[in-house]
């Protein structure tokens, strides 16, 4: 007679007890080897060969709201501005500045019309262009007033003037063409053009130089033809949002800080309902998965 059949039920189920929530303590160490979680951000990440990161988004609620809505994503990642839309060509997060261009800008090759380049009153306060950004305005009136009660305004920058632009440039050497002469031009900073629109500085184009610094010497048809924002990071306390996995925006509604974790969830301060330590979400998954097979193992015991 098999002797597991003379055994009370109370021992069979015993034994079965036993076994298999120990064979679950045993895989538990296992477990925790697993690949970490991560959360799907609701958060681009990238726009065509741009990378978008704090305190920068093109999503609204993401980054931090000073930088909202000023955008967009097609195919390029674009500024946007009161007078017009300039695509991104790069950012420097660790530097902080952002090279923008104007396609409907004059340079040394094409010749466009004036119009004028206008920030909001915030661009203008947490992303204006860097001092080493020069605006040159070409073609202006004898009576501009740059040319005479603010002359101070104009200056040479690298030692170079403005005629080198109507020598060197096939686009500029139209206007000594006209007048036989160089028409009197103004390399200026950013505050002028800020203040003064091109109808009132009375020239007829600009364009815009970057890196001036690092010019000297250097002809007009090798400049860096763009501009040069610089921003700042506001210190919202982004840091403990990342260390748990999640993506430092703000609520569309309040524009308080929120940590984005996924779609459909966010925390005011991390992903983790603020038990996360600084062990980041490495650490974080851990604790998921013990918890999790800890419920498992209290399903199963349920039923024995």
Excluded at 225 to 234: E, Q, R
Excluded at 243 to 264: M, V
Aim: with cysteine.
């Amino acid at each position: 007679m098999n002797s597991m059949a003379s055994l009370p039920l109370s021992a069979v189920s015993g034994h079965r007890n036993l076994t298999f929530p120990c064979l679950l303590l045993l895989l538990l160490p296992a477990t925790l080897l697993l690949p970490p979680l991560t959360f799907a951000s609701p958060c681009r990440t990238s726009c065509g060969n741009i990378p978008i990161k704090y305190p920068f988004g093109v999503d609204d609620g993401c980054g931090a709201p000073q930088f909202r809505r000023m955008f967009n994503c097609s195919t390029d990642l674009f500024f946007l501005t009161p007078s017009g839309t300039y695509k991104v060509q790069s950012i420097d997060y660790d530097k902080q500045s952002m090279v923008i261009y104007d396609p409907a800008m004059s340079t040394c090759s094409i010749l466009q019309p004036h119009h004028d380049f206008v920030m909001t009153d915030i661009q203008s306060i947490i992303m204006p262009p860097t001092p080493d950004t020069v605006f040159a305005l070409l073609n202006c009136s004898i009576d501009s007033p740059i040319l005479n009660h603010y002359k101070y305004l104009c200056f040479n920058f690298s030692g170079h003037s403005c005629d080198e632009l109507y020598g060197a440039c096939n686009a500029f050497r139209v206007f000594h063409l006209l007048t036989n002469s160089s028409p009197p031009c103004c390399f200026t900073g950013y505050d002028t053009v800020k203040f003064m629109s091109m109808n009132i500085l009375d020239c007829s184009h600009y364009t815009t130089v970057l890196n001036s610094e690092n010019l000297k010497g250097v002809g007009a048809l090798d400049w860096d033809y763009g501009m040069k924002l610089s921003f700042s990071v506001p210190d919202l306390g982004c840091d403990r949002c990342s260390k748990s996995g999640g993506t430092c925006g703000f609520d569309t509604e309040t524009e308080g800080l929120s940590c984005l974790c996924s779609i459909s969830s966010n925390h005011t301060r991390d992903c983790v309902g603020g038990n996360i330590t600084s062990g980041g979400p490495h650490e974080a998954s851990s604790v998921f998965i013990l918890i999790f097979l800890l419920g498992i193992i209290q399903l199963i015991l349920s039923y024995y």
